[in-house]
């Protein structure tokens, strides 16, 4: 935190501070993606029985992963696509065309300004030039900035909850129903609470 608090630009902060005044809490969209795997879920303190060791039961290859990539709102997760491995600058492209704007509403309506952070695949000058022939509009956070994030803040309450339902998310997976898990995890967080995440970031 320190070592990223050093490296932030404060007049690109304070530009974006002012460019986002303009618009209201309800017009932002703001999208990033997050992972789970084997440690997600995972819970610090399990009982055992004495003199033996702890067992991880979580039936994860090792490196297996889901990506989560949602659009989060003042009301709460808007949409949301869920992959076994990494996102690319393709899947990526369909998740902005096919999920995240047929979702929302060309400006000035609400669901109109779509913010991201300066992750590479963010950057394409395609994604840019799709979003924006769609009427919405597309602002980059300025870089090394999470605290303006509000979907950081509802990440952290997913991921909380997640290790709270410990039982489930192993089923989850053995199951082979992690998608749908996850989705009901992001569902948890309710408008007020995103409501809050907002308020926390300045929104």
Not at 13 to 41: H, M, P, W
Not at 112 to 124: C, E, G, L, P
Request: aromatic share 12%.
């Amino acid at each position: 935190a320190i070592k990223a608090a050093l490296k932030r630009n404060e007049f690109l902060r304070n530009f974006f501070v002012r460019e986002i005044s303009e618009y209201s809490a309800t017009q932002l969209v703001f999208c990033d993606k997050t992972a789970a795997n084997e440690r997600v879920g995972d819970r610090k303190r399990v009982w055992v029985p004495k003199g033996q060791k702890r067992v991880n039961p979580l039936p994860f290859s090792e490196g297996e992963k889901y990506s989560i990539l949602p659009a989060f709102t003042v009301d709460g997760f808007l949409c949301q696509d869920i992959i076994q491995g990494s996102f690319t600058t393709g899947l990526f492209f369909y998740f902005v065309r096919d999920i995240l704007l047929p979702q929302g509403n060309p400006f000035p309506a609400s669901k109109s300004v779509i913010i991201m952070d300066n992750a590479q695949v963010h950057r394409h000058s395609i994604i840019r030039e799709m979003i924006e022939e769609a009427g919405y509009k597309l602002i980059m956070l300025p870089p090394y900035s999470p605290d303006y994030n509000p979907i950081e803040i509802a990440f952290s309450i997913m991921k909380k909850w997640i290790i709270r339902h410990h039982i489930e998310f192993v089923e989850a997976i053995v199951m082979g129903e992690m998608d749908l898990f996850l989705v009901y995890a992001m569902s948890t967080i309710s408008s007020r609470q995103a409501e809050s995440c907002f308020k926390h970031c300045g929104y």
